[in-house]
């Protein structure tokens, strides 16, 4: 039992999220997902929009299953120039991380 338990936790450690930020406001999710799918293979891909215009708000994740891909891609993107801008990647951080310092 705890094999399968072992097993299942190595799996969804293994997936990456990665955060892009600096993308211009035009950027659609396609782009996005085809700009890291040349790095490897991208599970999802998400661009971060205003809820009340529908914007792209400049940001958006992508989780990838390979990390030695998704390293590949933080090292190669970060700091690419995508339409005019210099985008930056980084390994997002858990959400409950990102909230504690929030209130700090």
Do not use: W, Y
């Not at 211009?24 to 996005?32: A, K, S």
């Amino acid at each position: 039992m705890s094999l399968v338990a072992s097993h299942h936790k190595e799996t969804s450690e293994q997936l990456m999220k990665l955060l892009i930020r600096n993308l211009t406001r035009n950027t659609t999710e396609t782009e996005l997902r085809t700009l890291f799918e040349a790095q490897g293979t991208v599970q999802s891909c998400t661009l971060v929009t205003d809820k009340v215009t529908g914007n792209s708000k400049g940001f958006g994740f992508v989780e990838m299953p390979k990390p030695g891909e998704a390293k590949a891609a933080v090292k190669i993107l970060n700091g690419k120039e995508v339409a005019g801008n210099k985008i930056r990647v980084k390994k997002a951080e858990p959400k409950k991380e990102a909230d504690s310092r929030a209130g700090e």
